[in-house]
């Protein structure tokens, strides 16, 4: 604990200590946008133009085939699935309790709010009315040795938290932790002395949420002592989720029992990860470029819109959370380079709505219009700033007659979720300024539901796939990756598990729950090209992670997962 409490890169949000940039490069300045000019996309083409596209799907190329190699992956196998593999590698007979057998009464009613558990206990997913059960989703190590994937742990240690809650009920209350005298040790068979470890690791973490489920606060203290002296900042993946869901439970015991009166909301004004992410620096460019989302989304996205642009002399883009611009370079980019195939570009126009630091708004405008200018692309960049959504309105975008506008959202509308009526005006107001195509990038989870321990298990496997995820691409060590993990998610954990109602900002909802809120503003989902599935292939390949990272389509929406778990959705939208 002494080493966690030296380690510079831990924030304790409670003595309201605040990030500061620890790099003031300029990573994206006018002369060196070079995580978006990448030799291997230019070789490639960028992206798409018109013609190019049409001949794509003229020939039909089989290496491309997107989702008929990829499948439809699910979440992760059952218990019963992954210890049977776990069996036969190493020719021990296991026995495993069926949990799906049990008789919901048969478990007590403080239990009854772990439900959810089950759900990702069993392996089983249900798409379109079917179920689908997919492999044990192994990573592999330089020895090519099976090893679990932080999924498995997770789910692993949620069905033994069941059972085990189960079987040990009427002793619980006298034992301080729930991994003594375990009554189903024979699950252990074949794991690795870490694995062991961090599936046990994961039952206390869950003991700790159902004592602050049940309001048994000092015992969850109890438990989250046990936890932290476990978990680690700088371990391995699951040490170091279970390390920040401990710190969030620790916040929501402080502020129930009143020991400490800082409140989350606080935390969340201290270090806003969506106002960080406006800006240029190591840790967002570091995300940039060493994990695949991004990129993946951003040349996805940006091909959807030159397909619909491609003709147009006056292109007029909407965007609705700026951020870093970057997304616009590979526009241009792309716009450039088809100069001479489409008519001349007469002007691009970009307007960004902002709500909040202008300051960092005019700062991406100002990078954009000087990289223009090297390329020879006529823009012209505009602000259009309200103090809250309810105030925006179409006069305020100044449309020209003969401009084709096109709508970009990235990761924005979430951020209105706990205000609705501001969701429901710019919503409105988008669909009143007649976009050819709106394109939406979302976090792909349900974090939402006002049942704390909903919120609890569905984040916590999201930001374990996450965290999985970090651990294939960056060192431990890495600063980038703790400064990601202490501020970006850090936060967003604390403020989901510890706040309540409006306090709580991070909020994430699924592509189902868009689909029909879009519907009914008069919106309809479309298919994404060919072309733009072949540019997320494209990074795929990039980062070879093809087998960890997989598309998926749910209706004509694109779904990005991370081993199974859903961590992003693409979708293109046009008026009916």
């Known amino acids: 604990m002494e080493e966690l409490n030296n380690n510079k890169y831990q924030v304790d949000f409670y003595e309201g200590e605040t990030w500061e940039d620890r790099d003031n490069e300029n990573y994206l300045s006018s002369s060196d946008f070079r995580y978006v000019q990448d030799d291997h996309f230019l070789d490639e083409g960028i992206l798409f133009s018109k013609n190019q596209h049409k001949e794509l799907q003229?020939?039909?190329?089989s290496d491309y085939e997107l989702l008929n190699d990829t499948g439809v992956t699910v979440d992760s196998p059952s218990l019963e699935t992954c210890l049977e593999e776990i069996a036969r590698f190493n020719e021990i007979p296991t026995l495993v309790s069926n949990v799906e057998s049990k008789k919901e009464k048969d478990y007590p009613i403080s239990l009854a709010s772990f439900e959810i558990l089950r759900n990702y206990s069993s392996g089983v997913k249900k798409m379109n009315g079917e179920r689908v059960m997919e492999e044990p989703s192994y990573d592999k190590t330089s020895n090519e040795e099976k090893k679990l994937s932080t999924d498995d742990i997770l789910r692993i240690g949620g069905t033994r938290f069941?059972?085990?809650?189960?079987?040990?009920?009427?002793?619980?209350?006298?034992?301080p932790s729930m991994m003594l005298n375990h009554p189903f040790e024979s699950s252990f068979y074949g794991l690795s002395i870490e694995e062991i470890r961090d599936v046990e690791l994961v039952e206390l973490l869950l003991s700790c949420a159902e004592r602050v489920e049940s309001q048994q606060f000092e015992w969850g203290s109890k438990l989250l002592n046990q936890c932290e002296m476990l978990c680690s900042v700088s371990g391995n993946p699951i040490e170091r989720v279970v390390y920040y869901f401990c710190r969030a439970l620790r916040a929501r015991i402080d502020k129930e029992t009143e020991r400490h009166m800082v409140l989350s909301l606080q935390t969340f004004q201290q270090f806003n990860p969506d106002k960080a992410m406006m800006s240029l620096n190591a840790t967002h460019h570091a995300m940039h470029e060493?994990?695949?989302?991004?990129?993946?989304?951003?040349?996805?996205?940006?091909?959807?819109?030159?397909?619909?642009?491609?003709?147009?002399?006056?292109?007029h883009i909407i965007d609705l959370g700026i951020r870093s611009g970057s997304q616009w370079t590979v526009l241009m980019q792309a716009l450039a380079s088809s100069n001479?195939?489409?008519?001349?570009?007469?002007?691009?126009?970009?307007?960004?709505?902002?709500?909040?630091?202008?300051?960092?708004?005019?700062?991406?405008?100002?990078r954009l219009l000087s990289f223009a200018k090297t390329i020879n692309i006529p823009l012209s960049f505009k602000i259009v700033?309200?103090?809250?959504?309810?105030?925006?309105?179409?006069?305020?975008?100044?449309?020209?007659?003969?401009?084709?506008?096109?709508?970009?959202?990235?990761?924005?509308l979430r951020s209105f979720l706990s205000e609705p009526d501001q969701l429901e005006s710019l919503v409105k107001v988008v669909r009143n300024l007649n976009p050819c195509v709106m394109v939406v990038t979302e976090i792909e989870a349900n974090h939402n539901s006002p049942v704390f321990v909903n919120r609890f298990i569905?984040?916590?496997?999201?930001?374990?796939?996450?965290?999985?995820?970090?651990?294939?691409?960056?060192?431990?060590e890495d600063e980038n990756r703790m400064v990601c993990e202490s501020l970006y998610f850090g936060t967003g954990i604390k403020n989901m598990v510890a706040s309540e109602g409006k306090q709580r900002k991070i909020r994430h909802v699924t592509i189902d729950v868009w689909k029909a809120f879009f519907t009914r503003y008069g919106f309809k989902d479309v298919e994404l090209s060919s072309s733009s599935l072949y540019q997320a292939k494209l990074i795929l390949k990039k980062f070879s992670c093809e087998n960890s990272c997989t598309l998926d389509v749910n209706g004509k929406c694109l779904i990005v997962r991370w081993k199974g778990t859903p961590i992003l959705s693409l979708s293109v939208w046009k008026i009916i």
Request: one cysteine or more.
């Open 458 to 476: 569905e984040a916590l496997f999201f930001y374990g796939a996450y965290f999985d995820c970090l651990e294939n691409f960056m060192k431990r």
């Open 290 to 315: 060493e994990i695949p989302f991004s990129q993946l989304c951003i040349f996805a996205g940006i091909q959807a819109i030159i397909e619909n642009v491609i003709e147009a002399k006056k292109i």
């Open 340 to 366: 001479h195939e489409s008519p001349p570009l007469e002007l691009l126009r970009i307007t960004s709505i902002g709500t909040t630091s202008k300051d960092l708004i005019e700062e991406t405008g100002e």
């Open 58 to 61: 003229e020939e039909q190329i």
């Open 385 to 412: 700033m309200v103090s809250d959504m309810s105030h925006l309105k179409e006069d305020l975008f100044e449309l020209e007659s003969d401009e084709t506008v096109a709508v970009y959202s990235s990761y924005l």
């Open 162 to 175: 069941i059972q085990c809650f189960n079987s040990q009920q009427a002793a619980a209350d006298h034992v």
